[in-house]
């Protein structure tokens, strides 16, 4: 079992829509959870992270994450085309710079 | 605009032939990772650095590949002999030393291609 688990997807949304973006994981040890997004033949570009548990808001993007469960939620509102991208969950240890990713989950946004 | 740059940024190379990948960090990043990036395994730390000294190179096939700082503003990534199975983006990332929130930045990627 990977330590990092998201699906690929793609997920095919139309403009508008509020998009759910997860990943699950296995280390407890887990205490920042970073998004990131990454646009074709691109880097990833940190979106935004998270310390602990609950939900931090920027603008249109939510971020969420349940330890009980080691789950880990993104939510995209009013999501527009140029929110097509692959988003890769990230979650790192407190001390401990080294990030484990999840594969991404492609979004594709249709005007 | 501060930002990792990688050269080169695309690479065709033949079966057996030694590539070198260079990444030259943010100025004042003590913090150098090695990324590489395929379809079916997503993205995999091959090794990383602070204070140009190597902390962790577990992911890196040993007998292939080497990675080093020859300098604070200087990491390489070898590959010799290449194999088709090694074709792949290679990202490096820096980032400050930190135990907190702060995170890393990625280079634009070496987009390496052996045949």
């Known amino acids: 079992q990977k330590e990092v688990e998201q699906d690929p997807g793609p997920l095919s949304v139309p403009e508008g829509a509020i998009v759910s973006l997860n990943c699950t994981y296995s280390?407890?040890?887990?205490?920042?959870f970073m998004w990131y997004r990454q646009y074709s033949r691109k880097g990833p570009e940190l979106l935004m992270y998270t310390y602990s548990s609950g939900n931090k808001e920027d603008g249109r993007f939510t971020a969420q994450v349940d330890k009980s469960s080691k789950y880990i939620s993104l939510f995209i509102r009013d999501s527009q085309p140029s929110d097509s991208a692959t988003y890769l969950c990230?979650?790192?240890?407190?001390?401990?710079?080294?990030?484990?990713f999840g594969t991404g989950t492609r979004l594709l946004v249709s005007p | 605009d501060a930002r990792v740059t990688q050269t080169p940024r695309h690479k065709v190379t033949e079966m057996g032939q030694e590539v070198t990948m260079r990444c030259q960090p943010i100025l004042g990043h003590n913090t150098v990772f090695w990324y590489r990036q395929t379809m079916m395994q997503g993205l995999e730390l091959l090794a990383y650095f602070r204070n140009r000294a190597p902390l962790d190179d577990s992911g890196m096939p040993k007998d292939r590949f080497s990675a080093e700082m020859p300098d604070a503003t200087l990491a390489t990534l070898k590959i010799q002999p290449s194999e088709p199975r090694d074709s792949a983006v290679y990202f490096c990332?820096?980032?400050?030393?930190?135990?907190?929130?702060?995170?890393?930045?990625f280079g634009e990627g070496s987009w390496l291609t052996v045949v």
């Open positions: 280390n407890s040890a887990f205490q920042y």
């Open positions: 990230a979650p790192r240890p407190t001390g401990f710079q080294k990030l484990v």
């Open positions: 990332a820096s980032g400050p030393y930190d135990r907190g929130g702060n995170t890393i930045y």
